[in-house]
C-alpha cells in the first residue's frame, strides 16, 4: 500500500481506484446509488395539492406494472405515506450497518420516518442539518438493493429536504411537480420548476391534480379549481405535461383507509388518467 493510500480516508474500507481520496459514506451513498435505475423525486411548492397521493400512486402503478420500485418519503414533519399505504404501526428492522425498508409488496419497498415515531400525535421539532442527516441517512443507510425507480416524496416548498435530497440522489433524478390548477398554486410551482433547474437537475413533467370533478350521480365535469393552469405552466415552462387527474371522491376515501386507489379503481377514468402519468417513466426502460 503507497503512502497515498494510507492517508486516504477510505482505506480499509473497500478503497479502489474510483474511491480514492473519497469519505467512507460518500462511497457508501455511490455504491447503493449505482443500483438505481431511476430516481423520481415527486415535489410541489404548494401544499395541499396531493403530492403524497400521487407519489404513492405512481410508486404502486410502477410496481404493478413489474418493476423494483422504492419509495422514499422525506416529509419529515407530515409523513403521509405509512397512512396511504395502510402500513401505520409497523417497525423496520435495524441492522448492524442498514435498515431494512418495509415491504408492502414483493416489488414495493416503503421507507418513512412515520414508521419509527412512537405515536401519531409526536410533532418533529428538527433544524435543518438533523433533517439532511436523516435524508442521508434514508437513502444511504437503506437496504434498496436493486430498483428500477426509487420514488422520493418531499414536503411542499423549496426548502431543505427537496435540496438535500436532490443534492444526494445526484444530477440524474428527475423532478415530478404536482399542481393544482388554479392561478394561485400554479404561482407557487412556477418556484419549483426554477428551483430544480437552480439546482441542476431536469424536471421531468408537471401533473395536474384535482383537474375537474366528475359527478357521480349525474357524469358530468364540474371545474371546482378551473382547468388547464398546470398545462399552461408547463408550455409556459417548456417542460413536459404528464396529464391531469379529476378530483375523485374515491382517491379521497382510498387515502384514508390505505389501499391504494390504482390497484384498486385502476379501470375507472381517474384511474386511467393516473396510469397515463406513469406511461412516460415506463418508456425510460
Not at 421539532?125 to 418531499?154: N, S, T
Not at 413533467?205 to 364540474?222: A, D, K, L, R
Request: glycine share 12%; net charge neutral.
Amino acid at each position: 500500500m503507497s503512502d497515498s493510500c494510507k492517508s486516504c480516508p477510505s482505506s480499509g474500507s473497500g478503497c479502489s481506484p474510483d474511491s480514492c481520496g473519497q469519505k467512507p459514506e460518500d462511497v457508501k451513498l455511490k455504491k447503493v446509488l449505482s443500483r438505481i435505475k431511476h430516481k423520481f423525486v415527486v415535489m410541489s411548492g404548494k401544499g395541499g395539492v396531493g403530492k403524497s397521493t400521487v407519489a404513492s400512486n405512481i410508486a404502486v402503478a410502477l410496481s404493478l406494472a413489474g418493476k423494483k420500485v422504492g419509495l422514499l418519503d422525506v416529509d419529515v414533519h407530515g409523513p403521509s405515506v405509512p397512512r396511504l399505504l395502510a402500513m401505520g404501526g409497523q417497525k423496520p428492522h435495524f441492522g448492524e450497518e442498514v435498515i431494512e425498508p418495509l415491504p408492502w409488496s414483493k416489488t414495493l419497498s416503503v421507507m418513512s420516518l412515520g414508521f419509527m415515531l412512537p405515536d401519531k400525535e409526536q410533532a418533529v421539532i428538527w433544524r435543518g442539518p438533523v433533517k439532511m442527516g436523516l435524508i442521508r441517512q434514508f437513502i444511504q443507510d437503506v437496504a434498496w438493493g436493486d430498483l428500477d425507480y426509487l420514488v422520493v416524496d418531499c414536503p411542499p416548498g423549496t426548502g431543505d429536504e427537496p435540496l438535500s435530497t436532490l443534492q444526494l440522489l445526484g444530477q440524474d433524478a428527475r423532478a415530478v411537480v404536482v399542481t393544482t390548477p388554479q392561478g394561485v398554486a400554479v404561482d407557487d410551482v412556477r418556484r419549483s420548476v426554477s428551483f430544480v433547474r437552480q439546482v441542476g437537475n431536469e424536471v421531468f413533467g408537471i401533473v395536474e391534480n384535482m383537474s375537474g370533478f366528475v359527478c357521480p350521480g349525474c357524469g358530468q365535469t364540474h371545474d371546482i379549481f378551473t382547468k388547464g393552469g398546470g398545462e399552461a405552466l408547463a408550455r409556459e415552462m417548456g417542460v413536459r405535461f404528464l396529464g391531469r387527474i379529476p378530483l375523485d371522491a374515491e382517491v379521497v376515501r382510498s387515502g384514508d383507509e390505505g389501499y391504494p386507489f390504482l390497484k384498486v379503481h385502476g379501470d375507472t377514468p381517474t384511474g386511467k388518467a393516473m396510469r397515463t402519468i406513469i406511461e412516460p417513466m415506463l418508456a425510460l426502460g
